[in-house]
């Protein structure tokens, strides 16, 4: 009997999966941030990227990078905001809701301070596409393993930018939760030689049809790739179809495509004939 009201771990049985809804996963999306870590879908990981693990009694926690005290505009000193939100070690900066709109990421873009960091979170910023390319076009970046760019209001076009550029050739996690890139922003990380590496991508709430799905399924670029997020898209039963029987996705474990236009009827089936042979856990609607 197929659960579809509640977080269960997915586990193969009898060659196929048991996948449901998880009542609790993207009503976090929001505010938290996801990595292939995290067990429940829209948590939070412990030990990784842009976390809570900044926060038991660090600067971090006390400074609103959960919805504690968030302040209602950008913060009056940008760079000093900047430095506080920056791990020791200089290689994680989480800010999260910070509002530091296109003037910020500028200056984050010429803070040497910045130059050996790894894991960026930047949802909720207002940055757009303006801010998109000066991320993308800045050598700072250059050694970004982590970012996440939730909420900030992106087109195709700023996808365009990410898969281009020069500097995001070591993303292994990308989070493009709650923008707009649609199915050509898809399309150009599909074909971008900066997702080989990735092993984690959240595309969330992107107004992604069955074009952006299949694009995703053909491509080798996404062999890498463990974790795939299509929450709440318009991808239809041919898309899960495509990604299910895709020969490129051979390294994908857990496949997310809750609140998509699915016939469930006719996902029952194609949930017992997908020939991922990674996969372990499948989230429908």
Do not use: C
């Not at 700072?140 to 020069?166: C, D, Y």
């Not at 890498?224 to 898309?239: A, F, M, P, Q, V």
């Amino acid at each position: 009997m197929l659960m579809h009201k509640k977080v269960v771990q997915g586990v193969l049985v009898l060659g196929w999966l048991v996948w449901s809804l998880p009542a609790m996963g993207h009503s976090s999306h929001e505010d938290q941030q996801t990595s292939p870590g995290a067990e429940k879908h829209g948590g939070e990981d412990k030990k990784g990227h842009m976390s809570g693990k900044h926060g038991k009694g660090g600067k971090h926690g006390k400074h609103g990078g959960h919805g504690y005290g968030r302040r209602m505009g950008p913060p009056t000193d940008i760079p000093a905001h900047i430095k506080e939100r920056l791990d020791p070690d200089g290689t994680k900066v989480n800010l999260n809701r910070s509002q530091i709109g296109v003037k910020g990421i500028k200056i984050l873009a010429e803070m040497p301070e910045l130059k050996n960091v790894k894991s960026l979170a930047l949802q909720g910023n207002k940055l757009g596409d303006e801010g998109v390319q000066i991320l993308a076009e800045s050598p700072t970046f250059k050694h970004t393993e982590k970012l996440s760019l939730w909420g900030n209001e992106i087109s195709a076009q700023g996808a365009r930018m990410l898969a281009e550029s020069p500097n995001m050739k070591n993303l292994k996690e990308l989070k493009l939760t709650r923008n707009r890139i649609g199915d050509e922003g898809v399309e150009a990380l599909a074909a971008s030689e900066n997702s080989t590496a990735l092993t984690f991508m959240d595309l969330s709430a992107n107004e992604i049809s069955d074009r952006g799905a299949l694009a995703i399924a053909n491509s080798p670029r996404f062999a890498n790739l463990k974790t795939l997020d299509l929450y709440n898209n318009r991808i239809s039963t041919e898309g899960m179809k495509a990604l299910l029987q895709s020969k490129n996705l051979q390294s994908l474990e857990m496949l997310i495509l809750v609140r998509n236009e699915i016939d469930m009827e006719k996902a029952d089936e194609l949930a017992k004939n997908q020939s991922l042979p990674s996969l372990r856990r499948l989230e429908l609607e």
